[in-house]
């Protein structure tokens, strides 16, 4: 088989130059496409790189020359006085520690975080525990920082059947050994009374220390130390002190109008509620309680009595009744005298009488009759025990609850004699009060059993 010849064509030379100059053209546009690629997605370009946040040039401050004066030294400035004195030898009495007062609303609780309205850290001043300490008088025992103890002083505190002189030297070396037992911050105060009249230790609570312990002392020392000056009598310094929590309420006004005991009770109860305190002792001759406040009469009730005083037959006896008060007061002195004569000769300390009434309440005390009795006083009025608790809730609300403070725990050692008649409707008011106050009572007959329930010695702080 013969193979046919191949056969060879000539490319068309126009074609063949198209076909270059298209293939140098693709390859020159490859060539810039790649290199823009490469350029971009490849190698970092200065110019697309991302630039940090501007620093502002702050230029330094200028040099600032500043001239430092010295202080006048205590000795350049004559108006100023100033020394240096040791803690111990600073009295401290004068200073006013009562910070935050209680009737600022600035007050302390455990909650650091509970902050409430009108208050700082919370609703319970002391809460802290911030100088407080273990109490105990005669047995009942607190827990308290801003403390009261009110002494009565009244004759009837040293009558013989209580002990006399002796037992009331007892209360005095009681209160003396608690307060140089209390803590370091503890704040006290102590009132003696005599009946409405007192006399503060100090103007305002003092912080309990040794030098303040022994002025106390110093101070407690002459009430009641002698038969011949009892309680507050011929004291220029006892007053009856104003209240003024519950201005305008007419109890309030009725318990400085009448020296009727329950007025005196709840009197004093104010006297120390308003001191701002939170711990208070009553070491007292009589207490029961709440009771009847005797009030003054009306318009309507003086005419009553007047009418009824001016009948003849009521003068005639009431003239012939005043000839004979000086008979009876010489009675009473004879028979105290002789009293006294035979205590003498046995070493026993002279017989005091209470003459909370006078004339009246000696002759029946020393068992002495009235030929020609007085024929009558003017009948009483009163406010009711419950009406006298509704007070006290009231002034409780006024001047702590409504406050956000805690009112104080109100104590009371009622100290009677031996037979000193003491019935369960006094105590069951005793003990209502005592309640109230969410404090504690006991009573205490004689020489013997308050000496034994004497209990402040022991107490730790």
Do not use: C
């Amino acid at each position: 088989m013969i193979t046919p010849p191949s056969i060879k064509r000539k490319l068309n030379p126009m074609l063949l130059n198209v076909l270059l100059i298209s293939g140098g053209v693709h390859a020159l546009a490859l060539f810039i496409l790649g290199g823009i690629t490469i350029v971009k997605f490849v190698l970092p370009d200065e110019a697309e790189f991302e630039e940090p946040p501007a620093i502002e040039e702050v230029e330094p401050p200028k040099d600032v020359k500043v001239e430092i004066k010295q202080q006048p030294t205590p000795q350049m400035d004559a108006s100023r006085n100033l020394s240096m004195r040791s803690v111990g030898n600073i009295a401290v009495s004068s200073v006013n520690v009562n910070l935050p007062s209680m009737d600022q609303s600035f007050t302390v609780s455990s909650g650091l975080g509970d902050f409430r309205a009108g208050s700082l850290m919370g609703s319970s001043r002391g809460s802290l525990n911030f100088g407080v300490s273990n109490v105990s008088i005669f047995g009942l025992k607190t827990k308290a920082e801003r403390l009261l103890f009110v002494i009565d002083t009244n004759r009837h505190m040293v009558t013989d059947k209580k002990g006399g002189l002796n037992s009331y030297r007892v209360i005095k070396e009681e209160i003396t050994q608690m307060v140089g037992n209390l803590g370091a911050g503890t704040l006290f105060n102590v009132m003696v009374y005599d009946r409405r009249k007192s006399i503060l230790f100090k103007p305002s609570l003092v912080p309990s220390g040794t030098e303040v312990h022994r002025e106390l002392e110093r101070w407690m020392g002459p009430f009641n130390a002698n038969a011949d000056k009892v309680g507050l009598e011929g004291n220029s310094s006892a007053k009856v002190q104003a209240i003024h929590a519950m201005d305008g309420d007419p109890i309030e006004d009725a318990l400085a109008y009448s020296g009727d005991r329950g007025n005196e009770t709840a009197y004093l109860t104010q006297l120390a509620l308003e001191q701002q305190v939170d711990g208070i002792f009553f070491i007292s001759g009589y207490h029961s309680g709440f009771e009847r406040i005797r009030r003054k009469p009306t318009d309507k009730e003086n005419e009553e009595w007047k009418k009824k005083s001016s009948d003849k037959k009521y003068q005639e006896q009431l003239a012939e009744h005043k000839l004979e008060i000086p008979k009876m007061e010489k009675r009473v002195r004879e028979e105290l005298a002789r009293i006294n004569k035979e205590r003498a000769a046995k070493n026993m300390p002279p017989r005091v009488l209470g003459q909370r009434y006078g004339v009246y309440s000696n002759a029946q005390e020393l068992g002495l009759k009235w030929e020609i009795p007085h024929p009558g006083w003017q009948p009483a009025h009163f406010y009711e025990p419950r009406e006298t608790e509704k007070y006290f809730k009231d002034l409780v609300d006024k001047m702590y609850t409504d406050k956000n403070l805690k009112s104080p725990s109100v104590n009371v050692v009622l100290f009677l004699a031996g037979d000193e008649s003491f019935s369960k409707e006094q105590e069951s008011r005793l003990k209502d009060y005592a309640r109230f106050f969410s404090g504690k009572y006991r009573i205490i007959r004689g020489e013997d059993e308050i000496k034994s329930a004497r209990s402040a010695q022991g107490t730790k702080n």
